[in-house]
């Protein structure tokens, strides 16, 4: 995975569990040194290239939600697995439904024992949101710095220059800060990360903090782009900012959606009382 050798999936939201991953039903039955998969995964970016792929599997029989769960790695290209692009917004094969006819994955495969697949997944999650995002969050300060040069150039319909407009210079101006502090948080979560040697739930605050400035960026870019917005045409690179976004809305769902963020913040680290 470090030497970007192979390319890894993720295979952990089902068509009955995405916010509520606990709900999945994707079977894993152990049979002999193996463990057969039958079932649906959903939602899975670069399934369709993806050389293997990181699969939580429900394997006792009769049990629910976080008990009961593995952690295995499916080599994709094991018989039995089909995978179906779904096509979204941005017009892309960007995710894919896989699914799963009698796929025999060795026992070796599975990444600690039954019935710890729900650590194993949080762990991995929390990478995700966290230090998962860094090639995410250093193109944001590019595009920042992006956007800001376009305001310099580019009139509005009055005839101003964006970048006089004080309510667009103000929004530029924190866009900018409050990445920067995110890249300061990204930082300290790393060499905590090296100290702890597994991430926490502060990867939700990077994951929520990068969602939100990604978006209220790719707002003030359409605001200075005017009608030249609209003309998208079938791939990223004919209108990037266009694409970026489309893209944005999908960082608020993809890796667990802003709502679950917010709950994470508020139950794991504020200690809030929960609502329900
Ligand atoms: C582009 C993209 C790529 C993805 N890639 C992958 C991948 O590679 N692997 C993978 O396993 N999954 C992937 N996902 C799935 C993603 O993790 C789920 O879509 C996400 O967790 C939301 O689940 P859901 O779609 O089932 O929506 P639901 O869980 O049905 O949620 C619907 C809405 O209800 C809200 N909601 C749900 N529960 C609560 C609650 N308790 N409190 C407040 N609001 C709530 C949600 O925030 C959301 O707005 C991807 C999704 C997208 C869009």
Redesign the pocket.
Known sequence: ILKGEALW?????????????ANIVTKGEIDGDHLVVNGQ???????LYSDYQEL?VRVEPGSARHKGLAWVICDMKSPGIEVRPIK?MTNEN??NMVYYDNVRIPLSNMVGKVGDGWKVAMSTLSFERGTGFIGDQLALLEKVQAVIEMARKTRLESGRLAIDDDDIAYRLGRIKADTMAIRAMTLSAISEIQSRGAPGSEASIMKLLMTTTYKALSEVAVEVMGWQFFEYGDHRSTNPWTYQFLYSW???????????Q??IIADRILNLPRA?
């Open positions: 999936s993720q295979g952990f939201s089902e068509p009955g569990a995405g916010s509520d991953l995964k959903m939602w899975t970016s670069i399934g939580l979204i960007q995710v999908v960082l608020t769902i993809a890796g667990g959606s802003s709502e679950i917010r709950e329900r």
